[in-house]
């Protein structure tokens, strides 16, 4: 498993992010148009584009050169004539035509997020639950940290999950289209643009640390708060034996009055961050339209230009704010992804031995200085060197600790030799497919496991493909009864309910019998 998200997640979501690519495809280039639409509405609201009576050009794309290399500006597109009295509409339809493509393009992209994080956090989920259903038992502990990763710390990262591929492009794509744009309108407002943005650039990282070191610092209290309470609590007999209630107070409000002076520091750093973030995002449009006033029409800088790069600069301080906290949430989430493919790689990484080998049907059971350890009991066993013939019916007898109890584990299949090897006709059990040694050899010992359920669930627990009928009824029973367990089997069945709807039929004879009885 890859140990980075991004790698992790755009692999296991290909697809998706390569539709994700295609629409941000499209919508970068609608946000330009709605740029140059605002352009166009402000300078019409000013009489400019509107004025005369040749047709107003929309949409028009020129890249202007130097001298020196082209006398005329490079025409990449040449727009859509619209006639003077019709350009008021046209630009409030193509306004209100942008806004809801690109409200249409956000919808998709937003499913299309919410599916790469749930197909991101479906795969690990079965990569930990094929490794946790293969981990031996005596590993258990590892599992078990392992699975808490997955259930609970998984659960706290999975929506960065979704956007760790598709927020710093879209990102990206929003502040090269306004940088790109301030430039195409005039360099000397990209150049004020440029200064606003790497402002905002300096200041988001130190504001989002600040809001991690003030949540930080509330933890931190509440938690000193938790802890000096169940103190508290746990000195009760002593504080009513010594009548000390009052000093009890006085020395928890000194100790939480120290902790509340952290958290008055911290969120004091976080507001002057969130002052100097505030100041600088309304800096920045004002420094554009500080450049065009300065300038003015008369170098060629007029009132459309101005707004559309302010809105572009705005767009682009949104998307620079959103990829610093993607930032902050990607460093939450790689030690997490980190813990989690080193949980996977402990749990799969002991047991390399091929599983798979069919068990053969007829042979005997060699031990060969065969030597294991269960951790559960202690119990251990060495050098053991035998020959059990079969078909037959053999007894392992022995004092606790004489190794029996680790010899059946071995043979059924709960623990795998240290050293040696267990054979069974020539074939190593470790080789063996699990699903056919279950099917061939039973073990029953070790520790009970009760499963939710019925009783016949947990019988048939890992019986496949069980016959219905008689004869399975019948084995049920004797199974039953040869533990011991058939008196409370049929108190129990007496004294249960049986909804009538459901088993119609049990419910009739559970009547019955109690009849009976």
Known sequence: MERDPLSFVRRRAFGAHAAAVLLLAVALPVLWVGLDLVRVFVDLGLSRAGAGSEPVRLLRLVLPLPERLAEEPVVLLPGLPVPPDRVPLAVSAGLLAVVLILAALSVALAALRTRIGTRAVESLRGMMLEAIARTRPERRDDARHAASLVGESLARESGFLGG????????????????????????????????????????????????????????????????????????????????????EQERLHRLLDQRRAAVASAERGLGATEAINGFLTVLAPLAIAATGAWFGPAAGVFAGEVVASALAVFLAMRAIDALTRWRASREAAQPIVEEIARALAALTARDRTRRGEPLPGAGSFEARDLGAADPATGARLSGLTLTLPMPSHVALVGEPGSGAEVLAALMGGRLLPTSGSLLYGEVDLAAVDPVARAERIGFAGGETVLLPGTLRENLLYGVRDAQEGPDLERRLVEAVTVVGLDRLAHARGLAGFVDPARAPDLAGAVVEARKAV
């Open 164 to 247: 760790a591929v598709l927020v710093p492009l879209a990102a990206a794509g929003v502040v090269a289209v306004a940088v790109g744009y301030t430039l195409w309108t005039d360099w000397r407002l990209a150049l004020a643009a440029i200064a606003g943005l790497s402002a905002g650039v300096t200041i988001w990282p130190r504001r989002v640390a600040a809001a991690k070191r003030a949540a930080e610092s509330r933890l931190a209290e509440g938690a000193a708060h938790r802890r000096a309470l169940l103190d508290l609590v746990r000195r009760l007999p002593a504080v009513h034996a010594h009548g000390t209630a009052e000093s």
